[in-house]
């Protein structure tokens, strides 16, 4: 027994072609730092909220968007299904982030294979909450009008995410445990794959984090202008 009971390898990996996922990218200092700013970006106006679907259903993650609002199923400068206020502005600092994120994952050499990595001008973060047994059924972020990667920072307790493929909502997927301070970049030919959260692993998360549950935030470019 090594004391770790899940059987998840922790090196680098690339689930997919143009997927890569480091672990521990982040370290403790940063991760603090980035829960501490999810709490500001999380507050009212614009602050965090529940998603209603057109179907009736309720998204089981709490989401607050900076730079564009997501809502089902596009992108607005305003909550439009919420208190109607201003988007938060993108910040830089998440920019900077998710720039060092494609040099990590794809290097300055190979950065030139993945579509839109070069020039990649970041103005979208969504960031999710997952309380204790929310989870993400499988989707694809398709409302970005344009193929540069989505950068995904994982902080808190640990899930399980799935990566299926560009075409179908069933196998072949891979399915990856993602822990606090984890990167996970989806590029190129893996820009467009369907993925979800199947769960979360309560109780995973440093207490010094001062987190309960999981946040994630996707930094992605839109390719949107404003009309
Ligand atoms: O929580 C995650 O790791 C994925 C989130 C996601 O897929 C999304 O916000 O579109
Ligand atoms: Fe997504």
Same mark, same amino acid.
């Given at each position: 027994?090594?004391?770790?009971? *899940? ?16 672990? %521990?990218?982040? %370290? ?38 900076? =730079?564009? /609002?997501?809502?089902?199923? =596009? ?18 600092? *998440?920019? %900077? *982030? ?20 070069? =020039?990649?001008?970041? %103005?979208?973060?969504?960031?999710? /909450? ?6 993400? =059924? ?13 950068? !995904? ?26 822990? !606090?301070?984890?990167? *996970? ?43």
């Amino acid at each position: 027994m090594t004391g770790d009971p *899940l059987p998840f390898p922790r090196e680098r990996a690339e689930p997919a072609p143009g997927a890569v996922h480091l672990p %521990d990218w982040l %370290d403790p200092q940063e991760q603090r730092d980035l829960v501490r700013a999810c709490r500001d970006w999380a507050r009212p106006p614009a602050g965090m909220r529940t998603i209603r679907l057109p179907t009736g259903g309720v998204m089981s993650v709490r989401t607050v968007c900076l =730079g564009w /609002h997501w809502y089902p199923y =596009g992108y607005a400068r305003t909550v439009v299904d919420g208190d109607g206020a201003p988007v938060k502005p993108f910040p830089p600092v *998440l920019g %900077d *982030l998710a720039l060092r994120a494609l040099e990590a994952v794809y290097g300055p050499d190979g950065r030139s294979a993945i579509a839109g990595a070069e =020039g990649y001008a970041p %103005d979208i973060a969504v960031v999710n /909450h997952y309380p204790h047994g929310a989870k993400m =059924g499988l989707h694809k972020d398709k409302e970005e009008r344009i193929d540069a990667p989505v950068v !995904s920072l994982s902080l808190g307790d640990s899930c399980v995410f799935r990566l299926g493929n560009t075409e179908t909502r069933t196998r072949p997927w891979t399915d990856l445990e993602l822990r !606090s301070g984890d990167l *996970l970049v989806f590029g190129g030919p893996s820009r467009f794959a369907y993925h979800g959260v199947v769960r979360t692993l309560p109780g995973t998360a440093d207490p010094d984090l001062g987190l309960v549950g999981r946040l994630n935030i996707t930094v992605r470019q839109s390719g949107l202008v404003d009309p």
